[in-house]
């Protein structure tokens, strides 16, 4: 699966503070390499958002034995001010990496929830990020629609 999300990449970003109001959409470009021999991935990307450069890195690995994808992301627009986001989910066995994590959304507030995907086709890559409010009501709030370069 991770051999499927290797190489360059540009498309697409678009951005939701509030569902169904698109907030941004401007050029994306990534690159999705292997580390640590192969046993990881990491994707590192940059995007317009409302004219300014901003920048992304994730680590993705999977836990075998018990089937288990990993995140670690950070990016300087959406984590910058809470650091690095862990997240985890277990492979469903489709051609898809899915992984919940969560931010704080304030003192005394229970967390948000932040779900990310990755869904490669042949020449193509789907990453999505939904934010999912603490009653579990789940809305696209990022997505990169790339193509390979």
């Known amino acids: 699966m ?7 990449w540009a498309g697409r970003a678009r951005l939701w503070f509030e569902p169904d109001a698109l907030a ?5 470009e990534g690159v999705i390499e292997p580390v ?16 300014a450069t901003h920048a992304g890195s994730t680590l993705i690995g999977f836990i ?9 992301w950070a990016d300087s627009f959406h984590t910058s001010g809470s ?3 862990l997240s985890r989910g277990p492979w469903s066995g489709e051609p898809m990496i899915s992984v919940l994590g969560s931010y704080p959304a304030g003192e005394g507030e229970p967390d948000w929830g932040w779900r990310t995907t990755y869904e490669p086709a042949s020449d193509a890559l789907t990453v999505s990020h939904f934010n999912i409010t603490p009653s579990g009501d789940e809305a696209l709030a990022v997505q990169f629609d790339y193509e390979r370069v």
């Open 83 to 85: 650091g690095i986001m």
């Open 24 to 28: 941004s959409d401007d050029v994306a």
């Open 2 to 8: 991770l051999e499927k999300l290797r190489g360059r």
């Open 64 to 72: 075998e034995p018990p089937g288990i994808w990993e995140q670690a």
């Open 36 to 51: 640590g021999m192969g046993r990881w991935v990491r994707h590192e990307y940059t995007t317009q958002i409302s004219g």
